[in-house]
């Protein structure tokens, strides 16, 4: 069974600051996928960035970009330049053989 | 285009009764799931269907859960008899073929709260 862990429930960030939201994942696959989704205060969740577990390089997005450590089963988001509409639940999720199953989430405030 | 489309968006009701959450995906997409979201927790899927077949209703109580995909293009979710501990945000949500890697694409979600 795939299992994923967000141990931060709540980060805050200044704006203009970068801030790295933390993910650990369990799974006995080699082949599977990561995803970080965003949900704002409208409830809409919306992919941010995703990685294939069998590339090495780290997926970037603009302001967004991960960093993948396979061996550590770890799979943290960066956010550069935060702004206020960062601002958001943000979830990570692991997906294998149509499977997604989603961390519990990280609520990301963002200060002015 | 067109997004995921769900209504309602609020809904109280107490234990017992029945209700109803309905769900129009993005138009071509042949694959609809239905998660529960419980306060704190991130979702969970409930059921997947591919066109009007389900593919995964692993974790929908089916004592109680029951849903459908009418003609593989609307779905209904409903819940007889609610409790308590199913408050919570329903969430459908679609993609094109449902492969692995797939981006979903969300609706707004329908917030349930029972009495």
């Known amino acids: 069974a795939q299992t994923v862990t967000q141990s931060q429930p709540e980060m805050s960030v200044q704006e203009a600051e970068t801030v790295t939201l933390s993910c650990t994942y369990d799974?006995?696959?080699?082949?599977?996928?990561l995803f970080w989704y965003k949900q704002p205060p409208s409830r809409q969740m919306i992919l941010v960035i995703r990685?294939?577990?069998?590339?090495?390089q780290n997926a970037t997005e603009n302001r967004f970009s991960v960093n993948f450590q396979k061996a550590a089963k770890s799979f943290s988001l960066k956010i550069s330049d935060s702004q206020l509409g960062d601002a958001a639940m943000y979830f990570c999720?692991?997906?294998?053989?149509?499977?997604?199953?989603f961390g519990a989430g990280t609520i990301l405030r963002v200060k002015s | 285009e067109a997004g995921v489309a769900q209504s309602p968006r609020y809904k109280i009701i107490e234990k017992r009764q029945s209700v109803a959450f309905w769900c129009n995906p993005i138009?071509?997409?042949?694959?609809l799931y239905w998660y529960q979201q419980i306060l704190g927790q991130g979702p969970k899927l409930l059921i997947q269907?591919?066109?009007?077949?389900?593919?995964?209703d692993s974790q929908l109580p089916k004592d109680r859960f029951s849903a459908e995909r009418l003609k593989g293009v609307d779905s209904t979710l409903k819940i007889q008899p609610a409790k308590l501990e199913d408050s919570a945000v329903y969430l459908c949500?679609?993609?094109?073929?449902?492969?692995?890697?797939?981006?979903?694409?969300f609706g707004s979600g329908t917030q349930l709260s029972v009495l």
């Open positions: 269907f591919q066109n009007n077949g389900v593919v995964d």
């Open positions: 949500a679609s993609s094109l073929v449902g492969a692995t890697n797939e981006k979903l694409f």
């Open positions: 138009s071509g997409h042949a694959t």
């Open positions: 999720a692991s997906a294998y053989g149509n499977k997604l199953v």
């Open positions: 799974t006995s696959e080699s082949d599977y996928y």
């Open positions: 990685q294939e577990a069998y590339k090495q």
